[in-house]
């Protein structure tokens, strides 16, 4: 088990450097893929309501994922997460142990639900990840999301009662 | 058939005084209900791509409508629209054309897509609405929707190939 701890703003230049690349390769955020580093910093950090940080006994920083109130008003009890783990960090279970940590959070924080709204289809890894979370699919959007190497792809719609 | 233009600022005291009682009612948006008249501008014209209002032969704002981005990257060739009608002009077929007039606008500007995301289960006129307009349901995500007078209900996801 790795710890998880609120995101510092000194974190910034590690998760850039991770983020960044993943960004960039268009295959998994529904983000720009030229989204700057303070645009990044303002979608990952200062509008979500909140943002960790998964780091290993010295401190280096293998993971990272926000939470935030996917609508708000009337929507507003729905918790929407985004999660991005350290190229360098993959397979240890950094994802698993995120995600676990976002529903036990959410539910803390008093959301009723959870929802991701843009997981493309050809994610297979996080989405049997999910599913082993207690994710559903609950919709499959045809062609909505233009994967950088494979073009229109389908994406998913992801919703759990916390 | 009714005119639709794209809005001007001077059109704003005239949305903002029927778009405001929708917003406080809190039964079919995911915006908060207590929303300030410059937050709603933000939201409803300055955030989306474009902003139309459809009006009767003697200027008289009837109904309006945004059109943006539902995702942005790979998520950005899939439209996001949110239609509110006067309430002294519903029954008049303001929202059927207001609804054709965003899937023409949309399609020519390029999208793929029509998506809406948070329909209050409870809003039956105007799923029925959508769905001869094409839009399907392909979600239904339980209690995502936290009515004002119903309490938690189902919400759809609609979406449809444009």
Chains 1, 2 share one sequence.
Not at 77 to 99: F, K, P
Not at 111 to 120: D, I, S
Not at 134 to 157: C, N, Q, S, W, Y
Request: glycine content about 8%; proline content about 5%.
């Amino acid at each position: 088990m790795f710890e998880i701890r609120p995101f510092h703003p000194r974190d910034w230049d590690a998760v850039w450097s991770f983020v960044k690349p993943v960004f960039r390769a268009g295959e998994t955020y529904g983000i720009p893929r030229d989204i700057t580093k303070d645009e990044a910093f303002l979608y990952w950090v200062k509008n979500p309501k909140e943002t960790y940080v998964c780091v290993d006994d010295k401190g280096q920083v293998l993971g990272t994922y926000y939470l935030k109130p996917n609508q708000l008003g009337p929507g507003q009890h729905v918790c929407n997460c985004g999660y991005i783990v350290n190229e360098t960090a993959r397979g240890r279970g950094v994802a698993r142990q995120m995600g676990e940590h976002s529903f036990k959070m959410a539910k803390k924080m008093g959301f009723y639900a959870m929802q991701y709204n843009l997981v493309a289809a050809s994610n297979i890894a996080a989405i049997k990840l999910w599913e082993s979370l207690g994710m559903e699919i609950v919709a499959t959007l045809p062609g909505a999301f233009d994967h950088a190497k494979l073009g229109r792809i389908d994406a998913h719609v992801m919703y759990r009662i916390l």
